[in-house]
């Protein structure tokens, strides 16, 4: 593959920058003819097949063919070439990671799933890390010269712009996205968790056509991505979603934020667990009763449970539902999205969290707001967090 594009890219040439208009068009539309393509951006038919012609030859951009029409001539469909270049999204979790592989157009080459990993803040979980994602490319079949981006997810406060993490792997004075880059060989660029799963989403999930969109993240933590006008959201810093940390309870329950009364104290994974561990110990019945303090079941076991219809599981999560809905209904307050969608670990559950959430909703939102807003499940679930970051890891490459 040819890099004229990449290394007029790194000049910011205003021919670089249409490029990547262009580029952006069909990531967000597929493939269309000149002279639409024209209209969308606002520029002239020759100027537009100047460019095409110029993608073409550095193989960006392949010539579809002839676009069927009812009369008239019959205009040339352009769009992206798959071959062209290729993506990795990095989904990290607590315990285990989720890797996977797109061509230029965006369709999923390779996906591996739970790729057993601990995720801790320290050195050798790093570098465990990077030796992952090396052994991933290694196994893949494609030219690794033709790899462009890499995209990170990581958990808590992130900030994309800069490539620094505040919360995990932050023990260097470095962005952590150039640390990675010399560990792992390829450029790399990081986002924070649920932003990705929501990109994930809005790209290649349940959203359609919708502009004004929030993604619950209702996994170990609690978060939640925003799109604004078609727009993910970041804040100036990159810390926006951190909806678990919004203090509500005046409860004496730890965050591992560090502050008292979180969100997430009685509203997430973690909450779930530590609950349903609380009252077994106090003598409540679950399938999952005999499980002892010395080998505690893992969080994916209580959402077994729920969907085995354990009462005591099914109770808890439904409450949790109810404090969640609370709070989700002053977003919609806030924001008057048209789409909330329920993401993450707990979403699984299906009903038995997602009813309980519409019914706080209902009670505690203005009708007026909330019947504009759709509330639905995640329709890619667990794989959304790494079809977005492979999403990130190109659109952060070509988008101005």
């Known amino acids: 593959m040819k890099q004229n594009l990449l290394k007029e890219m790194e000049t910011g040439s205003k021919n670089a920058l249409l490029k990547k208009r262009i580029i952006t068009h069909y990531i967000y539309n597929g493939s269309s003819t000149i002279t639409d393509l024209a209209r969308e951006l606002d520029l002239s038919v020759p100027t537009i097949t100047k460019f095409i012609n110029e993608m073409c030859e550095d193989n960006y951009i392949n010539d579809y063919g ?4 009812s009369s008239g001539r019959h205009p040339s469909l352009y769009g992206l070439n798959p071959e062209s270049g290729y993506f990795i999204g990095v989904d990290i979790k607590k315990f285990a990671i989720n890797i996977g592989l797109i061509n230029f157009k965006g369709d999923m080459v390779e ?3 739970n790729i057993p990993y601990k995720f801790e803040n320290t050195q050798e979980a790093l570098e465990e890390l990077c030796a992952l994602i090396r052994n991933f490319i290694k196994g893949t079949e494609i030219n690794d010269k033709k790899i462009m981006n890499i995209c990170i997810n990581i958990s808590g406060r992130v900030n994309p712009e800069s490539g620094y993490s505040f919360s995990m792997f932050n023990f260097s004075e470095r962005p952590l996205a150039d640390v990675l880059n010399e560990k792992i060989g390829y450029p790399v660029c990081i986002d924070n968790d649920t932003r990705a799963m929501t990109y994930g989403e809005h790209m290649q999930g349940c959203v359609k056509g919708e502009k004004d969109i929030i993604f619950v993240n209702i996994s170990w933590g609690l978060g939640i991505g925003i799109i604004i006008d078609g727009k993910v959201y970041t804040g100036k810093s990159g810390f926006s979603g951190e909806f678990g940390h919004v203090n509500v309870f005046d409860n004496e329950i730890l965050c591992h934020c560090g502050k008292k009364g979180c969100l997430e104290t009685e509203a997430s994974g973690s909450a779930l667990h530590r609950i349903l ?17 010395e ?9 077994t449970a729920v969907n085995k219809e354990d009462l005591l599981c099914i109770e808890i999560v439904e409450e949790i539902g109810q404090k969640l809905g609370r709070q989700i209904a002053g977003l919609i307050s806030i924001f008057n999205p048209e789409l909330v969608i329920i993401g993450g670990t707990l979403s699984s559950t299906g009903d038995y969290i997602v009813q309980p959430i519409k019914t706080a909703i209902r009670k ?3 009708n007026l707001v909330n019947k504009d807003a759709t509330v639905t ?4 679930k667990d794989k959304a967090g790494v079809v977005g970051a492979c999403m990130l890891a190109r659109s952060r490459m070509f988008e101005i």
């Open 66 to 69: 002839k676009l069927e029409t």
């Open 111 to 113: 996906i591996k799933m």
């Open 277 to 293: 561990l609380e009252r077994i110990g106090s003598g409540e019945s679950s399938i999952l009763s005999k499980r002892t303090a």
């Open 295 to 303: 080998n505690p079941p893992t969080l994916d076991e209580i959402i």
């Open 364 to 366: 505690y939102s203005l």
């Open 377 to 380: 499940v995640s329709k890619l």
